[in-house]
């Protein structure tokens, strides 16, 4: 049997010879029997089950999904500098085996999930899920495959997912009206490395965190998630403090790409959470709305083809930092609230409205706004309405502007 590595920090096991060990980016990294000298293991299959000698870093020096030669759990790895490293397979299946033993993860595996796109892997990975909840937290590997769902997985506090990237590990959400990932009140949680994906119709939410009785969903981090063809939401979080969503990717869903809402009926709002690199194409409803949320940012995100690309709806202290929306009917929309900033943002193709700022939303800064090749049924480049306090700086229109309201520095 072949056990797989790579894919995730977790998987080594820090006993470098010299103390030290670090991979750079785009290493070549060859695996051996000895921590010096010894007989390389040549028998390795990459992420496409392709026979290999070696496997190479990626450009963060990140290790890919690879198996190693059968019936070896670990191996001393090599990535051309003084010392090498011990790392160990995370697949070997229980507690009672030395791998196990010291990389603390639990695969879906096993308890078992198949992931081949036929079987039903939903009471599998529930079951991974539970278990690590009841060990008080840790960490899920979700090797690479397409693991069908027929219901929502029920994530709890304290239970981070890995998987192999988001193009092979695959949860496959069939009923069209079911979330693929849903918590209540939880916190400390990291999901990276997977893909959510739906029927392209219905109602279900690829990612819903919401809040009922805690103070906030705190600290919860998307990194490298490709979301796609929901009917609902791409991600809703409801109270979301603390926390990161870092190259999520939103494609083709029926509601807003993501959409982060902190109701104003309540002084437990959400907070304190950055959007970065992240990229919604083609969905239904909008690009990202942030209902209610306070001192918060984006920062070089994207939106294609949505009615409107960036909403920001009785927020406080939001701030967008070279961001950009395209073929979208309304660019930036600023609805009440106060303290919004656009600084480098770009309006490209707008069927209506590049940016628009109206509710009587107060304090709304836009440095360096720029309006590109609008479309044809596109109408002004900056709107402002009554009651609104605006103040612009560097602003390039190609429509007219049509202000109302304070305006300072009208261009």
């Known amino acids: 049997m072949r056990y797989q590595f790579g894919a995730g920090l977790a998987d080594f096991v820090v006993q470098p010879s010299d103390g030290t060990w670090q991979v750079g980016a785009n290493a070549v990294i060859t ?19 392709q026979p290999t000698t070696q496997i190479k870093a990626d450009q963060y020096g990140g290790i890919p999904s690879f198996s190693g030669p059968d019936g070896v759990l670990g191996m001393w790895a090599d990535a051309g500098g003084s010392a090498r490293a011990w790392v160990e397979a995370h697949n070997v299946g229980n507690t009672s085996t030395p791998a196990r033993s010291v990389l603390d993860w639990v695969s879906v595996r096993d308890h078992g999930a198949q992931g081949d796109g036929v079987t039903d892997d939903t009471a599998a990975i529930q079951a991974a899920i539970t278990t690590v909840a009841a060990a008080g937290g840790g960490t899920l590997y979700v090797p690479a495959g397409r693991y069908i769902l027929t219901d929502s997985l029920a994530w709890a506090s304290g239970v981070n997912a890995v998987g192999a990237g988001d193009r092979v590990s695959v949860l496959q959400v069939t009923d069209p009206n079911k979330d693929c990932i849903v918590g209540t009140d939880i916190s400390d949680v990291t999901l990276q490395g997977l893909q959510l994906s739906g029927p392209g119709r219905g109602f279900g939410s690829g990612l819903r965190f919401t809040r009922y009785s805690a103070p906030t969903t705190a600290t919860i981090t998307l990194r490298d998630i490709v979301i796609q063809s929901m009917g609902g939401d791409g991600v809703f979080c409801h109270q979301l403090a603390g926390s990161t969503l870092h190259r999520v990717r939103v494609r083709t869903c029926g509601g807003v790409g993501i959409h982060l809402q902190a109701p104003q009926d309540t002084i437990l709002g959400g907070a304190s959470t950055s959007l970065i690199a992240c990229s919604v194409e083609g969905c239904v409803t909008g690009g990202y709305w942030l209902d209610g949320m306070a001192y918060s940012t984006l920062t ?25 929306a395209e073929q979208c009917t309304t660019g930036l929309i600023v609805y009440g609230g106060s303290g919004a900033v656009a600084s480098s943002f770009a309006s490209i193709a707008s069927d209506g409205t590049s940016v628009w ?23 002004t480049c900056l709107r402002t309405d009554a009651s609104t306090a605006v103040t612009t700086l560097g602003l390039t229109a190609v429509k007219p502007n049509a202000l109302a309201g304070a305006v300072i520095n009208p261009s």
């Open 31 to 49: 695996f051996w029997d000895s921590a010096t000298e010894g007989t390389q293991y040549a028998d390795l299959l990459d992420a496409a089950s």
């Open 357 to 379: 700022v109206t509710n009587a939303a107060k304090g709304v800064v836009l440095t360096g706004v720029t309006e590109v090749a609008p479309g044809s049924a596109a109408t």
């Open 300 to 324: 070089s995100c994207a939106v294609q083809q949505a009615p409107f690309g960036y909403r920001l709806d009785t927020c406080t202290a939001i701030a967008l930092t070279g961001c950009g």
